[in-house]
């Protein structure tokens, strides 16, 4: 039991854990046959454990991610509307002007009258 227990414990944090849970259980009198047939199992399911772990935290940072670009691209859009908007105002206010400068030309009114409505 000894050489396979030392060759288990030389890894990692992890491999130190499941080696202190198979010795407590050596020592609390499970047979060493039992436990070795356990121990591909606890390995898998360790594995599992970490794999687990690695995708919760892969997800929050794709998360994280696409709400940072979410966020983006909606400010994006709201400029790009206000543009648009800023645009529509001057034009509105570009006509006003004209409208009115058309308006105080002296004899305009007529010329247009006689333009549209002949006779």
Do not use: H
């Not at 259980?25 to 594995?47: C, H, S």
């Not at 794999?51 to 790009?80: C, P």
């Amino acid at each position: 039991m000894g050489n396979a227990l030392n060759t288990l414990s030389s890894a990692t944090k992890e491999d130190t854990k499941l080696y202190n849970c198979i010795r407590e259980l050596y020592e609390q009198g499970v047979p060493f046959d039992e436990l070795k047939a356990l121990i591909p199992d606890m390995k898998r399911t360790r594995e599992q454990l970490r794999i687990k772990r690695m995708l919760e935290n892969n997800n929050e940072v794709l998360t994280a991610m696409i709400a940072k670009e979410m966020s983006f691209l909606l400010d994006a859009r709201e400029r790009q509307e206000e543009e648009q908007f800023k645009k529509l105002d001057q034009l509105i206010r570009q006509q006003q002007s004209f409208r009115r400068e058309t308006a105080q030309q002296p004899g305009a009114a007529q010329r247009l009258k006689r333009l549209f409505l002949p006779g």
